[in-house]
């Protein structure tokens, strides 16, 4: 009997296949990855994307706008670009887990596929798409054929503006820019013993008679910032730059210092230093050295200009902190700490020229500035710059220390002249030097000379926005109001916080008889007195007298003791004579530094005809 095969159960068996017909296999799973595409799909998270996308497009749009008109600072832009990149993701997990239904968002996995609007949720995101692309086109047309030639240009001169100042003239075979160099020690807390090793080699190839070389600011202008070497040259106007990097372990120095050709890239020097810190000035030495011979320089008299200083290395680090913090320096506490640095170098060297120098610059800011009795601060700072002058005599900073003193102090124009005289001997390419010299002619009435010698200063140091800002107010005095203009708003393309050049750019608008925009741009003033002088005059021309009065009152209350010239300007332009004369006056007992500029300003106009004006010019001893 022949075994019996097992049966299946009932409904078991697969039927057997027709002749001829294929066999069906069974389906293999799904790929994860298509599985995957599909639930994006169904979840919508592919039109949440699409949509992010044009949405932050239009932002961005939309905020590079403003960005312009209200001058934001570099970091703000990035700030936003990475707040938009972070949020894709975050946005793009939201859409996943979660999902809008009739009662609000629920996570995705709660909500059942017969209850679920998914897909009346994605036509609504697809109309969304649609209105967003039409508003980014609608813009992108409007920008092009209206907003770029008007707004912008309108409101702000670019960076690019910045570099065609020094990049409009030839640029010199022979001349280098000295960047800063890198503080590459271990804490990366030694910046301000490279810098001031930077600015010490400026200092050294000024002197160089036939080489171009770019002052300390405009040379440190692009310090932190995302430029290249060809950039930074094309701005500065040279052909040549010096970098390198210093690393400072206690008493051990690493310096490194490579001399490269701008337009090929080729580096014509480099060397190594690996010395102890009292071997700077050494170090110094040869470095600009090589820097004069590599660009065949030819020396007056075959000399090379000696660094020199201290042979104590406490005080040499006390003095570069001391300048560091200058630099940097705003309030009150800011020059106690840079007096207190300086007395410290003193005390370990008191026959270090540059540092009675640094002495004179912060005693006499901390008198105008009424931090310190006035006299005192006046008696130090002139006795520190004779100090200077008599431990070195060839030191144009000294000199220039002294002939301050004269300008801002004294008024005692025939010695500040002679000290700028021995100053530009010694440095025919000395902008500080240079600038006085048209300061002394802005005094004396003649304009259009101060500016020849404020742009000198300037085709030196080109990336200084205080000195465009200068400049800016000399075109004022002079009437030429588009020059004027086109000043201070490179200052503020160089530094968008320039303090007072935007209630400098509403005075000119004044002085063109726009009082309504004047006082438009002088609420952009971030300096809280430039601010409200500025107002005062703005309320008095708009006819708004309370307003008038009640700023010009707080603003008595608040800046007699330091601004009593402006306050005599803000009477003199409301017509009020006898108060402009009485605060005149003032300013003149308290040693106002801005009283020497009486003979050409022009809120003082109405003083003009009055006997006084021509006698007060006389105790100024300005020619009338």
Not at 307 to 315: I, V
Not at 331 to 356: C, H
Not at 512 to 536: F, N
């Amino acid at each position: 009997m022949p075994d019996e095969q097992p049966q299946d159960p009932p409904g078991t068996r697969p039927p057997a296949p027709e002749h001829g017909a294929p066999v069906q296999h069974s389906h293999h799973p799904e790929l994860p990855s298509i599985r995957f595409l599909e639930e994006l799909k169904r979840r919508n998270v592919g039109r949440v994307a699409i949509l992010y996308i044009v949405v932050s497009y239009v932002a961005l749009q939309v905020f590079e706008l403003f960005f312009h008109l209200l001058e934001l600072p570099a970091w703000a832009g990035r700030v936003a670009v990475i707040v938009i990149v972070v949020g894709f993701p975050v946005v793009l997990i939201f859409a996943w887990a979660y999902e809008i239904t009739p009662e609000g968002l629920k996570p995705t996995e709660d909500v059942a596929p017969h209850h679920s609007i998914r897909h009346h949720t994605g036509k609504r995101l697809d109309r969304a798409i649609i209105a967003v692309l039409a508003i980014a086109l609608t813009y992108f047309v409007v920008d092009k054929f209206w907003l770029s030639k008007h707004v912008v240009p309108a409101m702000v001169h670019t960076t690019a503006d910045v570099k065609a100042t020094a990049a409009s003239a030839a640029v010199p075979e022979k001349s280098v820019a000295v960047l800063p160099f890198l503080d590459m020690s271990e804490k990366h807390d030694e910046e301000y013993f490279s810098d001031g090793l930077s600015e010490e080699l400026i200092d050294m190839l000024t002197k160089v008679p036939d080489l171009r070389v770019p002052a300390r600011t405009s040379s440190f202008y692009f310090k932190g910032k995302q430029t290249t070497i060809k950039e930074m040259a094309a701005a500065l106007g040279v052909a040549h730059v010096l970098e390198g990097s210093v690393r400072k372990s206690g008493n051990t120095l690493r310096i490194t210092a490579q001399l490269i050709r701008v337009d090929n890239g080729y580096h014509l020097w480099s060397e190594t230093y690996d010395r102890k810190l009292d071997d700077i000035f050494k170090i110094q030495d040869e470095i600009a050295g090589a820097v004069v011979k590599e660009l065949q320089v030819t020396l007056m008299k075959g000399s090379m200009p000696q660094a020199g200083g201290t042979a104590n290395t406490e005080a040499l680090i006390l003095t570069m902190q001391a300048k560091a913090m200058w630099i940097s320096a705003n309030t009150k506490g800011d020059y106690e700490k840079v007096f207190e640095y300086v007395q410290r170098s003193l005390n370990l060297d008191p026959a270090y020229a540059l540092t009675w120098v640094m002495l004179s610059k912060v005693r006499g800011w901390q008198a105008t500035s009424a931090w310190i009795p006035v006299d005192q601060g006046w008696d130090e700072s002139r006795h520190a710059a004779q100090r200077a002058l008599a431990l070195d005599p060839d030191l144009p900073a000294a000199h220039n220390a002294m002939a301050n003193f004269h300008l801002i102090h004294d008024w005692d124009w025939a010695a500040a002249q002679s000290q700028i005289r021995e100053s530009l001997a010694r440095d025919s390419k000395n902008a500080a030097a240079l600038e006085m010299t048209g300061v002394i002619s802005w005094y004396f009435g003649d304009l259009n000379n101060a500016i020849n010698y404020m742009r000198r200063a300037n085709d030196i140091d080109p990336l200084d926005s205080g000195g465009w800002y200068q400049i800016g107010v000399a075109y004022t005095m002079a009437g030429r109001f588009t020059e004027a203009q086109d000043a201070l708003h490179r200052a503020l393309a160089i530094n968008p916080g320039t303090t007072g050049a935007h209630a400098q750019l509403g005075l000119v608008l004044l002085a063109k008889d726009d009082p309504a925009a004047a006082l438009l741009e002088i609420d952009r003033e971030t300096d809280e007195r430039s601010r409200d002088g500025g107002r005062a005059l703005a309320f008095h021309a708009l006819g708004r007298k309370a307003d008038a009065d009640s700023t010009l009152a707080d603003y008595e209350r608040k800046y007699a003791a330091i601004d009593a010239f402006g306050i005599a300007e803000t009477h003199a332009y409301r017509g009020e004579i006898d108060q402009a004369f009485q605060w005149l006056d003032r300013a003149y007992s308290q040693r106002d530094p801005s009283c020497p500029v009486v003979k050409t300003d022009l809120y003082l106009k109405n003083l003009r005809p009055d006997p006084r004006f021509r006698a007060f010019l006389r105790k100024m001893n300005l020619p009338d």
